[in-house]
């Protein structure tokens, strides 16, 4: 059930013992003899509980007028501004609600005299018209005459104001009525709007038998009369307010009373045995109570709660997700660096990357990012509540203090902190994809630690982040990064760049291997010597051992700068490298290909072709042919080869459903390595057995694309797809 942050009406709901204070003030307005009239201020800020007691004052004024003859009830009219804000007529709709509320007050002496000086005051106020049905009455002899001329507006009475003004307070001050006129929610309005508020009151502050009850922010309300007037806010509002009382901020013992009272009937949803009161305890009283500052806060937080909990409560730790929702709604930035670093808060890498003394400084420098984004709540009460809730944090910042903690109960518990778990907590959460400013300071911060920065590009690539950060360092930052630390970043970017996603090409965006290319020249331009940029180069290719077409990639568009033919082509002085360097680095990326050859990573890479093309240019053609011979012999080795040479092929029956003429230039790209005929009866014996059925759909376009290329005859025919 949600809750929409309504005040309470009724004392019987109140937590807080504001009731007896709302009596007495109801009784100070309905007591008042002075012939002038009252101003009450109630000052407080935001979430206080203004409203409800203003509605508890309401409830006492209409108990009261039970107890009173009908000419003595109070004529009660309960303004909320905020209702007419940004409309323009403001004062306009005040004044109508003001008419039409003594216009339904029964027993009130000289009612349409009072009502038609109201409306004239009000024309003269606003300069509106008065509404026709309030209009004074002509008589038929005037209208037959077309005497006595419609008076429309209120100049055309005859009157002016201060005398309509005078005789409607003499009028007001021989009724018995009490008026009682109450304003909310000022401190919501415009700036301008909240000075018109206050011109009503100063404008009507010397009628006789009138209450005012304001509620406000007071120091909003200075600040905005400040910006309209330019000084001056504290005086004036001290002037109209006779009566001010500050409502004070909530308890925190009062908070904890009603934050349990309206936890409560989510808790007995909580299945049976899954609630664990001793951790809530630790949760609770160590941090996260410091949460809530008020009602609205609870409102906000249940509400969350009562969304989300409901849908996940038979997958997640309770506790765990009562404190996660917290950090969620009131901490937003913590809450995605949490989500955005699972191996941080759980132990996923942990058996890939020990929990060392390095490795817990460098996880101390990101968390400490993390808890930066904090803004409504201390940096330290998130971090007590982390301590709790992720044991490798506790790990983290205090190593020297001994604990228990099990992975398999974790799991069982389906606490968050196990890596099993982690991402059900998060699946209703918006995936924003988002690096913060500081996030991304930090992790070039560290780029003078190659292992770190890998690590971090890694873990980036998992969260689905990396391409956002390629755009960010792909700016002028490159330009403030240490020198010393571009060998860490171009390794990195050359060790990992395959396993990014890789992006399409288009007019007004670029691939993931272009990105790489620009971020790396750009850096390689901050060294005046083409043997510094030819040494960077180097070592990354040497040390690359996670990637192999991005390195060819980034050879083949500095080639592009010594090539005449080439849009790109740059004069000898004005390249990364010379002719000599360059050759040299196509060598070592030879290298590359056969050590990945030999090791049996080469057949399973998806850019196989591209790399075989290179091997074969670069390197030893007799060497690249004899390695697809031998690799075509096995069926994982014919199905890679032809799933690399018929790629574009294969895409476009998947997305056309049709056979193009134009694919048999493909098998040009076959022919280049090994005879297409060659492949024939292994390529058909694949295909007419039944483990055909079993093979990806890649796989199995591969070959019948290839046998249809070769019109190779088949004892099981070959679907045909439209023409």
């Known amino acids: 059930m949600f809750d929409a942050d309504r005040p309470i009406t009724k004392s019987d709901q109140d937590r807080l013992g504001r009731s007896v204070f709302a009596e007495y003030l109801a009784r100070c307005m309905l007591d008042h003899k002075d012939p002038e009239s009252l101003v009450i201020g109630l000052y407080g800020g935001w979430g206080v509980g203004k409203t409800s007691v203003i509605n508890l004052v309401l409830e006492e004024l209409n108990f009261a007028s039970t107890n009173m003859l009908d000419d003595e009830k109070p004529i009660i009219l309960n303004f909320s501004p905020w209702s007419y804000s940004g409309q323009n007529q403001l004062i306009y709709s005040f004044f109508r609600r003001l008419s039409s509320t003594m216009r339904n007050t029964p027993y009130l002496e000289n009612a349409n005299r009072i009502i038609h000086l109201l409306e004239l005051y009000v024309s003269f106020f606003t300069h509106q018209p008065v509404p026709r049905s309030l209009r004074t009455k002509r008589s038929f002899f005037e209208k037959l005459t077309f005497k006595g001329r419609e008076e429309v507006y209120a100049w055309e009475s005859g009157r002016d104001l201060t005398l309509i003004k005078a005789e409607l307070n003499e009028l007001l001050r021989q009724q018995k009525h009490k008026i009682i006129i ?11 709007e909240i000075k018109q508020i206050f011109q009503i009151v100063k404008s009507m502050g010397d009628y006789a038998n009138t209450a005012y009850l304001l509620a406000l922010d007071k120091e909003y309300v200075v600040r905005a009369i400040n910006i309209v007037d330019g000084a001056g806010g504290e005086e004036y509002v001290e002037k109209i307010v006779q009566l001010p009382f500050d409502i ?29 009161n001793e951790y809530w305890a630790d949760i609770y009283y160590t941090s996260l109570k410091h949460f809530f500052e008020n009602c609205r806060d609870i409102t906000r937080y249940v509400n969350t709660l009562n969304f989300s909990y409901s849908r996940l409560r038979d997958v997640v730790n309770p506790v765990d997700f009562f404190a996660l929702t917290a950090i969620e709604v009131f901490t937003p930035d913590v809450y995605f660096g949490i989500r955005e670093n699972k191996d941080l808060f759980t132990d996923l890498l942990d058996n890939v990357y020990p929990l060392d003394k390095d490795q817990m400084q460098k996880d101390k420098i990101r968390c400490d990012e993390i808890l930066s984004r904090t803004q409504r709540v201390s940096r330290e009460i ?20 001994s604990f228990y903690h099990s992975d398999a109960t974790s799991r069982k518990l389906r606490r968050i902190c196990s890596p099993d778990v982690f991402d059900i907590y998060f699946r209703l959460s918006m995936q924003s994809g988002q690096i913060p400013p500081t996030e991304f ?113 980034e050879l083949t568009e500095q080639s592009r700068e010594h090539t005449e033919e080439s849009d790109t082509y740059m004069p000898r002085e004005f390249r990364d490298l010379i002719p000599e360097q360059l050759d040299s680095l196509r060598k070592l990326v030879v ?61 476009q029956a998947m997305s056309e459903y049709q056979k193009n003429p134009s694919w048999e230039k493909y098998l040009e790209d076959i022919n280049a390595f090994i005879l297409a005929n060659r492949l024939e009866l292994h390529a058909k014996t694949l295909f007419e057995d039944d483990y055909f059925e079993k093979l990806r759909e890649r796989e199995q376009l591969a070959l019948m694309i290839f046998l249809d290329l070769i019109k190779a005859p088949t004892k099981k025919s070959i679907r045909k797809t439209t023409t």
């Open 591 to 651: 290298n590359r290909i056969e050590s990945w050859a030999k090791n049996g990573s080469l057949v399973d890479h998806p850019r196989l072709l591209s790399i075989l093309y290179a091997w074969r240019d670069w390197g030893n053609e007799e060497d690249s042919k004899r390695y697809v011979d031998e690799i075509t012999k096995t069926d994982r080795g014919l199905l890679s080869f032809l799933t690399s040479t018929l790629d574009k092929a294969i895409s």
């Open 248 to 276: 004070p901020p909530i308890l925190q013992q009062d908070i904890e009373k009603i934050f349990a009272d309206r936890l409560g009937d989510l808790v007995k949803s909580v299945p049976e045995d899954a609630w664990n």
């Open 182 to 192: 109450i304003i909310d929610n000022i401190s919501r309005l415009y700036d301008y």
């Open 382 to 401: 998130v971090l007590e509540l982390l301590i709790r809730m992720f044991p490798r944090i506790r790990r983290i910042y205090y190593p020297d203090v």
């Open 441 to 553: 300071e930090t992790i070039l911060s560290i780029t003078a630690d190659a292992k770190a920065f890998d690590q971090a590009l890694t873990r980036l690539n998992q969260d689905e982040r990396i391409t956002k950060f390629l755009d960010l360092l792909d700016s002028k930052v490159i330009n403030i990064i240490p020198r010393r630390n571009i060998q860490a970043i171009v390794t990195a970017l050359l060790d990992n760049g395959d396993l990014f996603p890789q992006g399409t090409v288009g007019s007004l965006s670029l691939d993931t291997p272009m990105r790489i290319h620009r971020i790396i020249h750009g850096l390689l331009h901050r060294f005046q010597m083409a043997e510094e940029r030819f040494l960077i180069l180097q070592n990354a290719i040497a040390s690359a051992d996670k990637s192999l077409y991005i390195m060819i990639y």
